[in-house]
């Protein structure tokens, strides 16, 4: 074995054998040490390390999979780190769990490892959202808060996502600091795992007074109710992608005063194999083939689908006759626009803004439309760019606490965050505001979302985005995405779709070249993305994924928009755009 395998990855994989393992975990290790070395170096040549979206990857056995044990040392590792956070005091944590597979064992063995180190856990008696999770956090009055959840990986992945007492996700130094407590734990004996018996009664189970209070604060943001009443019959398909957000969207669609909510009964079964898809998740086409046809069968306006753990939102809106009727899918740039515009519109109406005094604010990702930026400008509303990751979009909101009023924020991949109850991207309060905004646009005489969107290119310029995700998986894949960073640093790309690059931005050596001339850029954390700007205001970004095996391509294209009816001809120009840059980053 090891002439195939590197001797790390043979030496863990033995300690697994004679560590406090059990029977079945020691006869897999044992499998892929005789007869399949490639996977046994997959499993055993890292530890999983909490990324963007915390600890995530495919269930199996090995330092390098999601099973009860990494579990058990994850939770062990951020108790450790709590009781040095918080000397003296009680210490209580909020556990919850999404659909997929083995999710609620994960969520017990870390209910019952905090147990055990004297903790009090709130733990859900069943799936719910993880914006509930984080929205509880400060409900409860917990010091931190673990979600077992894989958003909207495939099916052979979970995840644990680790948060503060905030009601966000761990950021530095904390996230650091729990991996340097979590790589002490050099073996299985070292986690206080214990039945749930031996908990102590420390384990509460919560369930509908944390679901009550949620759905009031998010029946709280309404902006609109009056364009609700008179549009109360507007068809909305909805479809959780056999996911939690079955269990509180279709609910908060309804206090909203929406009366005709559509279900897509095949999908509304909880199923962590997510038998109607190829993948559960929104930003894919096919993840809402369903929900479109229940859409062309019923009439209805609108679409929304979440993801399993209904943090992410996807939504299809209705077209007129004249543009062929049927619905078409929005990215997620155009839904976090159509939400901002919105907001900060309907924020100005009720005499809620002081524009130009900052004190309200809207936060948005590096790689997230400029869009967003222009029209929190024209209504005098400070935008914040941050990393990817909506850690970072909480932490400017910490960081504001007190000062300045958060109005909403997002990010492409199809997550926002109105008001600042949730720390973390919450569908289930989006799925709420796309819809009343919706009702909103055709109580104005706007008419459709889409009419709105293009109102709102008319205004402020038509914003184009694009996504390439190459997916290189395993240990080679991560060179392979390593190597191709290293490229584009040595040797940028000097133009773009025939126009100069003259910026081109470094954010993990924290600098920028400008006309030749380097400056320090230091206002972000250090972070694996490289951008470059064009003459023409393009923005091409690159970064590899904090939570899959791909290295992501963000394309950002603009032209101005002198009437909704040269939508389609400008919209087929920036899309041909993005297709040239594809061909000549060797993309297609």
Not at 63 to 68: A, E, G, I, Y
Not at 97 to 105: A, E, G, Q
Not at 129 to 149: H, K
Request: net charge negative; hydrophobic share 40%.
């Amino acid at each position: 074995m090891e002439n195939t395998v590197d001797k790390m990855v043979a030496q863990r994989a033995q300690q697994w054998l004679d560590g406090g393992f059990d029977e079945a975990t020691k006869a897999e290790v044992r499998r892929m040490m005789e007869s399949d070395p490639k996977e046994l170096t997959e499993s055993f040549y890292q530890t999983l390390e909490f990324g963007t979206g915390g600890l995530r990857g495919i269930m199996g056995v090995g330092t390098n999979r999601m099973n009860v044990y990494t579990v058990g040392m994850a939770t062990q590792g951020l108790a450790n780190y709590l009781k040095k956070s918080f000397p003296g005091q009680e210490i209580k944590v909020a556990v919850a769990h999404d659909c997929r597979n083995n999710s609620d064992l994960f969520a017990k063995t870390t209910a019952e490892v905090f147990a055990a180190n004297g903790f009090t856990v709130y733990l859900f008696d069943a799936l719910r959202p993880t914006p509930e999770l984080s929205f509880a956090i400060r409900y409860l009055g917990c010091m931190s808060g673990v979600v077992v959840t894989a958003s909207h990986n495939p099916k052979e992945y979970n995840g644990y996502k680790a948060y503060w007492n905030d009601g966000a996700q761990v950021v530095a130094p904390h996230d650091r600091n729990i991996i340097d407590e979590v790589n002490r734990i050099e073996d299985v004996s070292q986690v206080r795992f214990s039945g749930a018996e031996a908990a102590g009664g420390r384990i509460v189970m919560v369930g509908e007074e944390v679901d009550r209070a949620y759905l009031d604060m998010i029946a709280g943001l309404s902006l609109s109710p009056e364009a609700v009443r008179a549009n109360r019959g507007m068809g909305i398909v909805y479809t959780p992608i056999h996911g939690t957000g079955v269990r509180l969207v279709p609910e908060s669609l309804a206090r909203y005063g929406f009366e005709n909510v559509i279900h897509v009964p095949e999908q509304d079964v909880n199923d962590g194999n997510f038998p109607t898809v190829v993948s559960p998740n929104p930003e894919e086409p096919s993840a809402l083939k369903l929900a479109l046809a229940k859409a062309d069968e019923t009439g209805a306006d609108l679409v929304i689908a979440t993801d399993p753990d209904a943090d992410r939102i996807g939504i299809a809106v209705r077209q007129s006759e004249g543009e062929g009727g049927g619905m078409l899918l929005l990215n997620g740039n155009q839904t976090g626009t159509l939400l901002t515009y919105y907001l900060l519109e309907r924020w100005k109406e009720l005499g809620r803004l002081h524009p130009g005094q900052e004190k309200e604010f809207v936060v948005k990702t590096i790689v997230t439309t400029e869009l967003i930026a222009r029209i929190a400008a024209s209504f005098g509303v400070e935008c914040y760019d941050v990393l990817t990751g909506f850690k970072f979009i909480a932490s400017v909101i910490r960081e504001n606490e007190g000062k300045k009023q958060f109005i909403g924020g997002g990010e492409e991949s199809y997550g926002y965050l109105i008001g600042d109850a949730v720390r973390d991207k919450d569908a289930v309060a989006s799925a709420s505001l796309v819809a009343e905004c919706a009702a909103w646009a055709k109580e104005t005489g706007r008419g459709s979302l889409l009419d709105l969107l293009k109102e709102i290119y008319v205004r402020y310029g038509f914003f184009k985005e694009g996504l390439v995700s190459v997916v290189r998986k395993g240990k080679e894949g991560q060179e392979e995405i390593r190597q191709m960073m290293a490229d584009f640093r040595a040797t940028p790309p000097a133009s773009l779709a025939g126009s100069r690059v003259v910026e081109v931005r470094d954010y993990q050596g924290q600098y920028k070249v400008v006309g030749g001339v380097r400056e320090v850029m230091d206002h972000l954390p250090k972070s694996d993305v490289l951008q470059f700007v064009t003459e023409d205001s393009t923005i091409v970004s690159v970064r590899p994924s904090g939570t899959e095996p791909k290295i992501k391509f963000y394309f950002g294209v603009r032209e101005p928009l002198s009437d909704a009816a040269q939508y389609e001809a400008v919209n087929a120009q920036l899309g041909e755009k993005i297709e040239r840059i594809k061909r000549e980053l060797k993309l297609v």
